[in-house]
């Protein structure tokens, strides 16, 4: 055979191969490896060894495809660090969760003390109810129902916020937000019975946390860049921490990240790419703050902003007679967040993404808000909350291939759109 047929033999080869590999990344085996990966890493709170064990994972991934790669120091003013925190009402012992921000010279402390609902609460356990919201930030509300709970002079507050889970749920916050008068524990609903017996008998509940609180503590963005050309970029963004193992909320987000840098990477798409995964979203969303100020291309030089929020691959969970069981249904909170601009790009390739279209003109949700508040025209973005978000009961259970694979095939097909058609894709001339 002539030489240059060998060499077209053998292009073609490398081309079938590169194709496989990318199709690959792209399975929902793949998908749930990387998923199971992160999970693996334990609490996700940002500045925790299961924080920094993340940041180097995703890390060295990224590396391994090709991309340029470097980590952003990102230093919070403050974080409390939770070693233990239990309640115990006559030998019965449960795993609770201080309510952030808890008041400095409590960061430890051990109380015994009758647990009340109503009447003189004064040196007591006043025990107060958050109801389900639906909502993953710290608001008014919330701190309208502590600062009248602790008016009332208890030692300590027991507070349980309803979600569908039954479980220990934690609200975002702000660096700014202030601590609590007194300290507030969060203990699960589905042991609301044991609660209900200490009121009723009149036995103590005794709590017993050890913590502290850290100031200027280190975590890292992880930034990386492919591409050549001094056309405008592509950034592609998503979230690494949250208060607990965050396996659904931030597992199928970071799978889709991957497998959309790898296949970048491997079919060698034109343009200019940045992949940002941030770290702090609980606490403030400092990482993305930070990446906004000092990093992120300005918005005149993006293309487009492409977000892989929380939530985005979750089943659904329903109640029946056999209790709560998971569905074959993707769950129904989810969002789909669109500059006016991609609505139409959208419509061609996220058709079978089951979810609620919001077309962003005055807002957002998540570090999307912060990526529209600062001016970039183009963005997409897919985010949710499902049935055990923002509680430890988050777990492996609530995600599968399938529902994986299904957000990762639309959203390489969007990029690959916006990449092959540039300004074209947002219908410009």
Known sequence: MPGWRVSIAMVVAMTLQNSAAAEDVLSGASLARDVARYASFGLHRFGSPGDRATTDWIARELQAAGFRVEFQPVVLGRQYAV?????????????????????????????????VRDG??????????????RGAYLGEAHRAAIAQAA????????????????????????????????PAVVVAGKQRDLFERAVASGLPVTFDVSGRYDTNVSGRNVVARIGEGSGPAIVVST?????????????????????????????????????????????????????????APPPKDTLAWVHFGSSNACYAFTEGAQGTVKT????????LVL????????GETMGAIEA????????????LRDVRAAGYPNF????????????????????????LEQVARAFVDAVRKVSERGVHAFGSP
């Open 83 to 115: 070693e233990r925190a239990t309640a115990e009402v006559g030998g019965t012992r449960v795993d609770a969760t201080p309510f952030w921000w808890p008041p400095e010279a409590s960061s430890s402390f051990r109380l015994t003390a009758p647990l």
């Open 120 to 133: 003189d609460a004064a040196g007591k356990i006043l025990w107060i109810t958050l109801p389900f919201d």
């Open 151 to 182: 008016a009332r002079g208890p030692a300590a507050i027991l507070l349980m916020i309803d979600n569908p889970a039954e479980e220990r749920f934690a609200y975002n916050v702000t660096q700014d937000d202030k601590p609590w008068p007194v």
């Open 239 to 295: 979230p690494l921490t949250g208060w607990y193992d965050c396996v659904c909320e931030r597992g199928p987000g970071i799978a889709n990240f991957l497998a959309l840098a790898r296949t970048v990477a491997a079919q060698k798409w034109p343009g200019q790419y940045v992949f940002v995964a941030t770290v702090g979203h609980e606490i403030g969303h400092g990482g993305m703050e930070l990446f906004l100020k000092h990093g």
């Open 328 to 335: 074959a249904r993707v769950d129904s909170e989810r969002v």
């Open 339 to 346: 500059s006016p601009s991609m609505a139409a790009l959208a």
């Open 356 to 367: 609620k279209r919001m077309v962003a003109e005055k807002e957002a949700v998540g570090e």
């Open 380 to 403: 997409i973005g897919l985010a949710g909350r499902h049935h055990s978000f923002h509680t430890p009961a988050d777990d492996l259970a609530s995600t599968g291939p399938e529902i």
